[in-house]
């Protein structure tokens, strides 16, 4: 009998009381309402899911499908404004999760059951020092001494893995790197051996390789205590190479849920058949044959910045080489991808390449012409043909502004467009061309998902009709199908308008699907670079090696 898509999602696991582990939390039929203006958001409706001990569930789905809000339900952390409907259920070791009181939930917390957060940045408080925060935790829920919960607050860092704990605890977190910030976090969930894990993004901020390492190590600890964890994603390598159940999640319900591997061989679900679908594929379009037109060349290029060490009475200045000698030529049509991890100055090296930051050494040239010599005045005439998109469009657009100032601002400044009509309809023209309704002229930013914010900053950079873009990690705060999207748009515009690109990321599944050639940094230098097919396929040197293998198995 074929399924049909009701019984796709029911109550309770089709393995449920099978494998002999301990049934540690069940969740029946949560439904959570969210009060706004104007209004009720249906956030969560009817969610059910099982968890055992020793295991790992996945909760997928993309942004705004509610497994967040699945989450903090269960940790009792909802704001103000949300009310947990009658008929929820959740239970945890038989403890009845939902009609517990907040002194009871504050026990729990932490020592039941623990939560790692999205961004340790603002989830970590940057004005006490690592140590003061994680001793705070292990006080809360243990008589010890402060020097006893120090000794622990060591250990926690060194299981961790973070080099020199001792020295870490009088660290703030701002002098932590993010993938150090983030074990950090995991050392605070773990701090009183949570029975239940709750890892909501945990990599999402992070580069390939680092990522790889806090997964293995979330598994390791696992492992190690016999956790159970509930793994909140929406990136489906990460799904596959360590849960052992996946639930899938789309506007606050479970469309389907089934064992791992069962569930990525036969998807049943059109969401879930969709979800997997919108992994990046494909390869760039070919180059014409013949076609040598350079359009932007770095020759020796240098960047670099006088940092200090030291305290405030005794400086000590150094220089950090953020580029260091780099040689670039990017051809007509072509779309480059510079990729690395955070740090390694690929942000850097565009941004100098199209004269938002200065250079210390070398030429850039832009169509044959010098610009690396030329002020801001000189540099006006050649915006219009050289734009960039960034990485969050929420940041980049200004709030307040209507679509229609946001876009219609580049022309004006640049004298496009001989009245107002023209510029309107250029303005239209671009949103038709980056895939949007041209009648959102009056709406602004906050009106708009993540996706259709970035297509208003694609529109933007395209209504000039530039020669080049720069695209600084353009799909990274995306969702896997709307960064599809995002490509295959790229991919049009770049055939349909002729655009050159210079692609920075550390995703290497979407420069594989965009680019021609991607030279690889590492520490202000190029380590590798050629055509995606040799590079990706063949990496020549460990680091290359590293990235790839961080970011197609996971497994580093």
Do not use: W
């Not at 932590?176 to 950090?184: I, W």
């Not at 492992?223 to 929406?234: C, E, R």
């Not at 970035?454 to 353009?474: C, G, N, S, T, V």
Request: proline content about 4%; hydrophobic content about 40%; some cysteine.
């Amino acid at each position: 009998m074929a399924m049909t898509d009701k019984n796709l999602a029911p109550a309770e696991r089709f393995d449920l009381g099978t494998h002999g582990r301990d049934l540690i939390l069940d969740a029946r039929n949560v439904a959570v309402d969210f009060k706004v203006e104007g209004g009720v958001v249906h956030a969560v409706r009817d969610v059910s899911f099982q968890l055992h001990k020793g295991e790992t569930i996945a909760l997928v789905g993309e942004s705004g499908s509610g497994k967040s809000v699945t989450a903090r339900t269960l940790m009792r952390l909802l704001t103000k404004r949300a009310t947990i409907l009658p008929g929820t259920e959740i239970t945890l070791k038989g403890r009845d999760i939902v009609a517990a009181e907040e002194r009871e939930m504050r026990k729990l917390r932490g020592n039941d059951i623990a939560m790692i957060f999205q961004e340790p940045m603002s989830s970590l408080n940057p004005v006490y020092t690592i140590g003061q925060q994680i001793c705070e935790i292990i006080h809360l829920h243990n008589r010890v001494s402060r020097a006893e919960a120090m000794d622990r607050a060591e250990q926690l860092l060194a299981e961790v893995q973070i080099p020199e704990p001792r020295a870490r605890l009088h660290n703030y977190p701002h002098q932590l790197s993010g993938g150090q910030r983030q074990r950090v976090m995991i050392a605070m969930a773990l701090a009183n051996r949570p029975e239940v894990l709750i890892a909501d993004e945990p990599t999402t901020a992070l580069d390939v390789t680092v990522q790889a390492q806090i997964l293995n190590l979330i598994k390791d600890l696992k492992d190690k205590y016999g956790m159970a964890v509930i793994l909140i994603t929406h990136d489906l390598t990460i799904v596959r190479q360590f849960s052992d159940y996946v639930y899938v999640m789309q506007n606050g319900q479970v469309q389907e849920h089934n064992e791992t591997e069962a569930l990525f061989a036969n998807p049943q679900h059109a969401y879930t058949k969709h979800l997997l679908a919108s992994e990046p594929k494909g390869t760039a379009l070919p180059l014409e044959e013949g076609a040598h037109d350079t359009v932007l060349e770095g020759r020796n290029v240098k960047v670099s910045f006088t940092l200090k060490r030291g305290g405030f009475f005794k400086p000590d200045f150094f220089e950090l080489k953020a580029v260091d000698d780099l040689n670039i030529s990017l051809m007509r049509h072509e779309t480059l991808g510079i990729v690395g991890e955070s740090g390694s100055g690929k942000t850097t090296f565009g941004q100098a390449l199209i004269r938002l930051i200065g250079n210390q050494g070398g030429e850039i040239l832009f169509d044959g012409e010098r610009i690396d010599t030329k002020d801001r005045k000189a540099m006006r005439p050649l915006r219009s043909r050289m734009q960039i998109v960034f990485q969050d469009p929420f940041a980049s657009l200004n709030p307040r502004m209507s679509v229609r100032q946001i876009i219609e601002e580049g022309l004006i400044v640049n004298g496009i467009g001989a009245n107002t009509r023209e510029r309107v309809e250029r303005v239209r023209q671009a949103l038709r061309d980056s895939g949007l309704p041209d009648r959102i002229l009056n709406r602004f930013p906050h009106e708009f998902s993540g996706g259709q914010r970035q297509r208003i900053a694609i529109a933007r950079a395209i209504a000039l009709e530039p020669e080049f873009i720069l695209l600084d990690e353009p799909t990274s705060a995306l969702d896997l199908s709307v960064q599809a999207q995002i490509i295959d748009l790229l991919r049009k515009l770049q055939d349909e308008k002729g655009l050159s690109y210079l692609f920075i990321s550390h995703d290497l599944k979407v420069v594989r699907a965009l680019c021609h050639r991607v030279m690889v940094m590492q520490h202000g230098k190029i380590v590798e670079q050629g055509p995606v097919s040799d590079v990706l396929v063949n990496p020549q040197t460990d680091y290359t090696r590293r990235l790839v293998r961080a970011a197609f198995e996971i497994a580093a």
